[in-house]
């Protein structure tokens, strides 16, 4: 029994590393997501002026974001102008600063909440299935978080990619893709990956000790119903 007894302790023992490994890796790409997440928030990018035509003139560019609009003309400093109105904005933007807000304050609070749930911090001792369930919580809230950074971006670039090829709209009406768009398609891409760690790391840990699990009483049991079968 004392081989068994071993053979379960070291099983854990790996399972443990693995999950530790496996949940600061989904730290570390959850932290990347957010803060990428916030920078694509923050950055004017998001749609700039299109190069097309003989109208434009080209030594000046014009950035339009969730918060400002910015012209930088040559190699003259941007300057910048915080939008007056919300109501302003076009629908996608306006929808895009709520859910932008939304990913930033879910992949924060999922952030904070995995730490709780770590292997490697002391802040929920002795219950590892509470440990476990913390860190699924903080995964679906990080997911939720990619969920609202593709939404604001996809449907922005969707937007700047139809008008572009509209006929109706002039030229200088037209826009590109700013680097805002790629961020944030990024950034979620390291939330999804981040969120699905969290999860699925602890789904293989519970099976694991599924499979192990046994009664510490165990042996003295096979002990007692052999000294009763020798002793009859």
Known sequence: MDSVYEEKKRVEKKARSEA????IIGLLL????LIGTAASTGMPMW???AFIGENIIVFETRY???WMNCFRQANIRMQCKVYDSLL???PDLQAARGLMCC?????GVGLLISILGLQCTACIRDNDRAKRTVLIVAGSMILGACVCVVIP???TGHTIIRDFYNPLLIDAQRRELGEALYIGWVSSAFLFAGGCMFCCCNVKEDKRQDKYMYSR?????YMNRYVLTSTF
């Open 20 to 23: 530790v490994c496996c949940e």
């Open 47 to 49: 749609r700039v002026t």
């Open 217 to 221: 009483n165990s042996p003295s049991q």
């Open 30 to 33: 959850s932290l990347i997501g």
């Open 153 to 155: 971006v996809s449907w």
């Open 88 to 90: 302003a904005l076009p």
């Open 64 to 66: 339009e974001g969730l």
């Open 103 to 107: 990913a930033l304050a879910l992949g």
